[in-house]
């Protein structure tokens, strides 16, 4: 079983259109995040949730939502793609992490031609 | 200047060789992660540090904290250890908010 498993691994989509990433941890986790790795592989935070709730934002267009249904989930919602949206998305959980760390998704390899 | 810095950020190897990357922070941190990302693939924590030195199969990891840089150690390399290696620093706040450094890809020649 996968412990934290993301859909889809790959999307291709064109510019203007509106696309969503899932996320699913089987871990038991409380924290749940969204992580942006771009070109140059550098890895970005963008959302954290706990226990459903927001909290950490950091400076995303507002064409970004997440969406937590509940502490299991944490799904990525992008509205009006833009080409510069092209990137691998990581999602990630955690409990307790300067005790046990993170467990990070497989990326999914987001596409906007 | 990113508060997490990696050097080298491209190394290359043969086979057997001992390598090390090194990872300098600027900030507070209440832990250092090693994390390893093969072409393509999703990303696997590799070390968690707060003090000290750790040590799994061929890799080892250490940090001073005074100095706020951890240095990551591989023993008699394989083309199989050809991955990026991240280093990230978690902040003080429960919620684990993780910064990362820039990566080194490490590239081992048989």
């Known amino acids: 079983d996968t412990a934290v498993s993301q859909t889809p691994k790959y999307l291709v989509t064109q510019m203007g259109n509106d696309k969503s990433i899932k996320c699913e941890q089987n871990?038991?986790?409380?924290?749940m995040y969204w992580y942006k790795q771009d070109s140059k592989k550098f890895l970005k935070i963008m959302f954290s949730?706990?226990?459903?709730?927001?909290?950490i934002n950091e400076t995303v267009p507002n064409r970004f939502s997440p969406k937590s249904p509940d502490k299991a989930h944490l799904n990525l919602h992008i509205n009006s793609l833009e080409l510069g949206d092209s990137a691998v998305y990581f999602c990630?959980?955690?409990?307790?992490?300067?005790?046990?760390?993170?467990?990070f998704g497989s990326g999914t390899r987001l596409t906007v031609v | 200047k990113n508060e997490v810095e990696q050097s080298p950020q491209n190394l290359t190897a043969q086979e057997g060789e001992f390598i090390t990357i090194n990872c300098s922070y600027s900030?507070?941190?209440?832990?250092l992660h090693w994390l390893q990302q093969h072409p393509g693939g999703g990303i696997v924590s590799l070390f968690m540090?707060?003090?000290g030195k750790k040590k799994h199969g061929r890799l080892i990891a250490t940090i001073n904290i005074q100095e706020k840089h951890s240095s990551l150690h591989i023993t008699a390399s394989h083309p199989r250890d050809s991955a990026v290696y991240i280093c990230?620093?978690?902040?003080?706040?429960?919620?684990?908010?993780?910064?990362f450094g820039q990566g080194t890809i490490l590239t081992v020649h048989p």
């Open positions: 990630a959980s955690s409990q307790s992490p300067e005790i046990y760390g993170y467990t």
């Open positions: 871990l038991g986790h409380d924290t």
């Open positions: 949730y706990n226990n459903k709730e927001l909290i």
């Open positions: 900030v507070g941190i209440s832990a």
């Open positions: 540090l707060s003090s």
């Open positions: 990230a620093v978690a902040g003080g706040t429960s919620y684990g908010k993780l910064t």
